[in-house]
């Protein structure tokens, strides 16, 4: 199977704590002849509905009990779950045992830092330690080649679509997996922290934390809290860039703070993650005059957009999630421009881990408030960048920031190498691909049309793969982008490389793709190679002599 072909669902096991719009997923799922497996509380809800549903218990043969604390955790649910359904041997198993698969699980946790933070006495919060939905969330992530995984209200929309077209694709089951994952690990966490919290008083904490790290040079992170502020560190953040890591943050610009003092206006408080892509978001959408919007992954933009002057910010952000619609499932977003009540009404069905922005209108900030994890943030003040530092072993590099501020950066510097001189609206393309193409890790290749990118390749280790990739996913990703575009999204584009094309082979991807213009840098001692394959296919290329090569 492709990651583009579908796995139909046929069997959904539902079991939510959160009952928000469970029931329009259950009718969905019904309404597409799919089998509804669920749990008490969870099963009641949608039974009231009037959708069918089978019990849990119908299917383990065996009563919930110990107070709820055990439903799911059985092999007739587990199996269904577990089994990898391309192997032969497991799918005799299941028949031999009398086991159905599941194809979807759809499981919110018990809210564990939501009782913690509203004072819950010690037994309340220890029952709000769940175990059968972990279990459930982290087996259907594990076994994401058969089986697809939900664990927020937010991704309902995403599965009952699912349903109306087949079932889901093999990279969309890898990034609702990769969602699981991330959301397991912080509930993990939460449960870690204040499980610490109660071994003792604060210095007893202390104490056991500096034993984990008894041996290891002081750093910054060791400080203590009325130190580190004198060097601007403003917070102490749950961990780092993995769970096992320490974390702060510090303002080293008082009077520039940017996103390091940006006003938090709600939602959870911010991760380390969180900044880095958060900061990738908002250099990506300022690389722009025009009324724009990044959407940030892994800090790799997955979606980047214009808008005309005067013109709803909300298009743009429509344009940008449509680059890569399930990519922007627990992504960042950022833009230049205040937030709009139609913006951020697009926002509010799609779970988001951030949003930023220099302004939001009220109306928009209400509806945005209502997604209680979503953090909201305002920036202040020009963007502004000087310089970078990045750590290495034994020193520090040190770099001017590149920003879209050189001379081959204006289409009026660039040079003509192959085909017909742009029209002014191809030519507002191309300069719009070249701004955003920065953005990107290279090997980086962008292809846009209409404002927006509509396939991007990144951070592979030759172009050639880039290529490919920005292809692919303009074509395969077509298919989700609101208004229903037609999925060879490539074709009629424009493109844009970070980098010069080292072979003709690159180049000729995109030709063969329908993109009917490029712009590059150029400097390959192969350049009238890449050059000849574009005026062979009738193609307008120019050359910038100026590079956004980005590690």
């Not at 299917?59 to 799911?72: A, H, I, S």
């Not at 940030?296 to 013109?311: F, Y």
């Not at 205040?338 to 928009?364: H, N, R, S």
Request: charged fraction near 25%; proline fraction near 4%; aromatic fraction near 6%.
């Amino acid at each position: 199977m492709t990651t583009a072909e579908r796995r139909p669902l046929h069997r959904a096991l539902l079991s939510v704590f959160d009952k928000t719009g469970i029931v329009d997923l259950a009718r969905a799922l019904a309404d597409n002849g799919v089998e509804i497996v669920s749990t008490g509380s969870t099963g009641s809800t949608i039974r009231e509905a009037g959708i069918p549903v089978t019990e849990v218990e119908s299917v383990t043969d065996f009563p919930e009990m110990l107070d709820g604390r055990v439903k799911t955790l059985h092999p007739r649910i587990h199996g269904g779950i577990l089994a990898d359904q391309r192997l032969e041997s497991h799918r005799d198993q299941l028949a031999s045992h009398g086991i159905a698969p599941f194809d979807l699980v759809v499981v919110n946790l018990y809210p564990f830092a939501e009782t913690v933070a509203a004072g819950g006495t010690f037994d309340e919060i220890i029952e709000k330690i769940d175990v059968g939905g972990p279990t459930m969330v982290r087996g259907a992530a594990k076994n994401f080649a058969s089986v697809a995984v939900v664990v927020d209200p937010e991704g309902y929309p995403i599965a009952a679509d699912a349903a109306g077209k087949g079932g889901f694709t093999l990279a969309e089951r890898q990034e609702l997996a990769t969602i699981a994952f991330t959301r397991t690990a912080e509930y993990d966490e939460a449960i870690s922290d204040w499980m610490l919290g109660q071994l003792g008083d604060e210095e007893a904490v202390e104490e056991l934390l500096e034993a984990e790290h008894d041996g290891a040079a002081p750093t910054i992170l060791d400080l203590s809290d009325e130190d580190a502020a004198t060097m601007g560190i403003t917070a102490t953040l749950r961990y780092g860039e993995n769970p096992h890591q320490r974390a702060r943050l510090a303002v080293t610009d008082p009077d520039a703070p940017g996103i390091a003092g940006a006003e938090q206006l709600g939602g959870k408080a911010m991760s380390y993650n969180n900044y880095v892509d958060a900061d990738a978001a908002v250099r990506a959408a300022y690389d722009h005059a025009l009324p724009a919007v990044a959407v940030v992954k892994h800090n790799n933009p997955c979606g980047i957009a214009v808008a005309g002057e005067g013109e709803d910010i909300a298009l743009a952000h429509a344009r940008a999630h449509g680059t890569d619609p399930v990519s922007a499932y627990g992504g960042v977003i950022a833009t230049n421009r205040t937030v709009t009540l139609a913006m951020a009404q697009q926002v509010k069905p799609v779970f988001t881990e951030v949003i930023l922005a220099p302004g939001y209108e009220d109306d928009a900030l209400e509806v945005l408030r209502t997604k209680k994890n979503l953090r909201i943030l305002q920036i202040a003040g020009e963007y502004t960048r000087d310089i970078e530092m990045r750590e290495i072993w034994g020193g520090m590099l040190i770099q001017d920031v590149d920003a879209i501020d050189a001379d081959g950066d204006s289409p009026a510097g660039w040079t003509l190498a192959a085909g017909e001189p742009a029209d002014e609206a191809t030519l507002a393309e191309l300069e719009f691909a070249w701004r955003s193409v920065r953005a990107v890790k290279s090997n980086a290749i962008l292809l846009a049309k209409d404002g927006a990118a509509v396939g991007i390749g990144m951070g592979q280790v030759n172009r050639l793969d880039s290529c490919r990739l920005a292809v692919s996913r303009a074509n395969s990703l077509g298919e989700h982008a609101e208004g229903g575009e037609a999925p060879e999204r490539a074709r009629g584009a424009v493109a844009a490389s970070d980098a010069f094309f080292p072979f003709a082979d690159g180049a000729r991807i995109l030709l063969d793709a329908g993109v009917r213009a490029i712009v590059q840098p150029g400097g390959s001692i192969r350049d009238e190679e890449v050059i000849e394959a574009c005026r062979a296919a009738g193609v307008t290329m120019y050359l910038t002599g100026t590079r956004h090569f980005a590690h």
